[in-house]
């Protein structure tokens, strides 16, 4: 059976939609899935670079700002000569920099010896065989994909004492098939400064905005985020709606082009072939069919296997309009808006049971269509798996809110409905807390086929603080099931608890740590005041993000704090990941307490702890945030019209983060 490439040794560079991955020592190599792609093919299986035909001894490697990494190698045979080389990509080019340098004369030969397979890239995450590569000529193509790579690669290189050359190469790409382009412009939201205690934080913020705009994709004049590398850079409808809403605090921009460009792909039939349905928002985008061998699943081209993306949709619409999106642009996207609570009325409870759950029918589809999409994630208590039709936990929560935000974004339009949105609210909230609740005191995972709540104790339930689905006490109980060291007590948030029995710390969603999963959760208690039970969470990313080198993967173990050092990676993580990558400002977010409501014309601020933030944006105007040691905070910039509601803990000063003021 062919397994998936590993990914967490590898040094991966973006500029949306072609990305590099290599070795720590630069070469790429003609083995798993090193390579440069192109959207969904691998456009340069090999690229070593060699001195007299050698290859270079690796010291170490650091990144260059966005799309862009150096490395640095010597060659002790030709007594100390020190080889740098310059990755950078932008959209449908690589380009190298080598650089030599000596203390001494030397003379030297310079190589690149590169091949290209145009393997498609479900071909290489299968582990599967791949198309011969081909390291004749300078030219390649295959089914509307063009390489081009700039000849020869070879270069006779005289230094003398002190001496230092420059020598470069490129490689050129175009797709005439492509289904996702390049982005439009430069940036797409703000860049802010951020001040910190803890140096941690700052770091993460900039090396994530440094990824951020690495994964920028563009539909027209519409900007939205690519899911990750490698496997993913395209627009994935869940991955890029949470990226884009952890992404509001720098400007609405985002989350406008992420809502037009999925509205403009809403399901308008019924095919349970693609899983489209009218008003459903989209799971996937591919070039062609995705089929990846040895698992039976084949995805179409356009697929909307998501049972919560529509859900998400919504409220990014509304969260969008209370950050301050215009009201035209929010006009705009009302029938869309209407079809998505289309979609929620007639198709998103196909058994009528008043829960919002989903079925794979097509037989080669995804088995799970939440988040936690892997085919054994839900499990009870003891292990067993969950029979589909699922109705899963977070998605009610979801449903709830989608509601209520549906129902605000009509009242205040002048649309009919609100009415009846509020009472399906009310009511979905009265059959889940009859439902959903188990001993233990924490709502299950989900219903299953036979409407049993499948009770593993999962992360999927901090999901819900944010939603409003919960009362005082029930968010409460949820608080502190999450807060228990069978959840809490990695480096950041299981996604299962060590105590069920499918728990496993290296699986893909039963007890290992996702970082978009861990900053929801996070910011989710922080603004149910439950501060204390989210500082862990905090901390556990700023741990992650430092072992990380501050580039946070999609997922690392769920092992013990207090049994190892430090994270270790997953294996098969991507990375960057959009919702990984945006879940530093997330972070910013909920250290601010920051909470708008522009059509209402009120910020409010909670702050955890001191930081000090220039450059968000708030109703398109630039907003400068200092939160003092005492939680005291100054604002600037704020548009006429609105006003500051600030709050403080309950013991008045700044909160638990000042324990991480000094990084400990």
């Not at 939609?17 to 070469?27: F, K, N, R, V, W």
């Not at 998501?306 to 919504?314: E, G, P, Q, R, Y």
């Amino acid at each position: 059976m062919s397994l998936q490439p590993s990914l967490h040794d590898l040094v991966s560079t973006v500029a949306a939609p072609t990305s590099a991955l290599a070795g720590a020592d630069g070469q790429i190599r003609a083995t798993g899935v090193q390579g440069v792609f192109h959207a969904d093919a691998r456009v340069l299986s090999q690229a070593v670079l060699r001195l007299d035909g050698r290859e270079p001894e690796a010291i170490g490697h650091a990144p260059e700002g966005a799309g862009s990494v150096r490395f640095v190698g010597v060659a002790p045979w030709l007594g100390g000569v020190r080889v740098d080389r310059v990755r950078s990509l932008s959209p449908g080019r690589l380009r190298e920099r080598i650089e030599i340098s000596s203390s001494v004369p030397v003379t030297t030969t310079v190589t690149v010896d590169i091949a290209v397979d145009l393997a498609p890239i479900e071909t290489v995450r299968s582990g599967g065989v791949t198309p011969a590569p081909d390291s004749h000529g300078s030219s390649w193509e295959r089914d509307g994909v063009t390489v081009v790579a700039s000849s020869p690669l070879a270069w006779e290189v005289r230094l003398g004492a002190r001496g230092r050359a420059v020598v470069e190469w490129t490689l050129d790409v175009a797709d005439a098939k492509a289904v996702v382009r390049s982005p439009v412009r430069e940036t797409d939201w703000s860049r802010p400064s951020v001040q910190a205690g803890d140096h941690r934080l700052v770091r993460l913020v900039e090396r994530s905005l440094d990824d951020l705009h690495g994964l920028r994709l563009s539909d027209g004049d519409d900007t939205y985020l690519a899911a990750g590398v490698p496997w993913y850079l395209t627009l994935f409808g869940r991955d890029s709606l949470w990226a884009a809403r952890m992404m509001l605090p720098l400007g609405t921009g985002l989350a406008a082009g992420t809502l037009r460009t999925l509205a403009r792909r809403q399901g308008g039939k019924v095919d349970p072939v693609t899983g489209e349905a009218p008003g459903k928002i989209m799971h996937e985008l591919r070039r062609q069919e995705f089929a990846l061998a040895n698992t039976g699943m084949r995805l179409p081209a356009t697929y909307y296997g998501t049972v919560d993306a529509t859900l998400l949709w919504i409220s990014l619409l509304h969260d969008a309009w209370r950050w301050g999106l215009a009201d035209d642009q929010v006009i705009g996207l009302l029938p869309g808006l209407e079809a998505a609570l289309g979609w929620l009325a007639d198709h998103a409870d196909p058994d009528g049971d008043g829960f919002v759950e989903y079925l794979d029918t097509s037989g080669h589809g995804l088995a799970n269509q939440g988040w936690k999409d892997s085919r054994d994630a839900v499990r009870f208590r003891d292990g067993r798996l969950a029979d589909p039709p699922i109705a899963l936990v977070e998605v009610q929560g979801y449903a709830y809110r989608a509601a209520l935000d549906g129902a605000a974004l009509l009242e205040a339009f002048g649309r009919p409905g609100a009415d009846r949105w509020r009472a399906y609210a009310a009511a979905l909230a009265e059959r889940f807390r009859a439902r959903f609740w188990v001993d233990g005191g924490y709502p299950a995972l989900a219903l299953d086929r036979d409407k049993r709540p499948v009770d593993a104790l999962t992360s999927n339930i901090g999901h819900l603080l944010d939603t409003g689905i919960l009362n005082a006490d029930e968010e409460q109980a949820v608080a502190g099931a999450l807060a228990s060291s069978s959840l809490s007590g990695a480096y950041g948030l299981r996604t299962m608890s060590s105590d069920s029995g499918g728990y496993d710390s290296l699986s893909y969603h039963c007890g290992s740590v996702w970082a978009h999963d861990t900053a929801i959760v996070a910011a989710g208690l922080a603004r149910a005041g439950f501060s204390d039970a989210a500082t862990p969470l905090i901390e556990g990313l700023l741990t992650a993000g430092e072992a990380f080198d501050y580039r946070l993967p999609e997922l690392w173990a769920g092992d013990p704090r207090g049994e190892i050092s430090r994270p270790m990676p997953y294996p098969t993580a991507c990375h960057p990941q959009a919702w990984a990558a945006a879940a530093a400002i997330s972070l910013v977010q909920a250290t601010l307490g920051l909470y708008p409501d522009v059509p209402n014309g009120v910020v409010a601020l909670r702050p955890l702890g001191p930081i000090d933030v220039r450059g968000l944006r708030i109703a398109d105007s630039n907003v400068d945030i200092s939160v003092a040691a005492d939680g005291r905070a100054t604002v600037s910039g704020l548009p006429a019209g609105l006003s500051v509601e600030q709050g403080v803990d309950a013991d008045g000063q700044a909160g638990p983060l000042d324990d991480l003021a000094d990084g400990q």
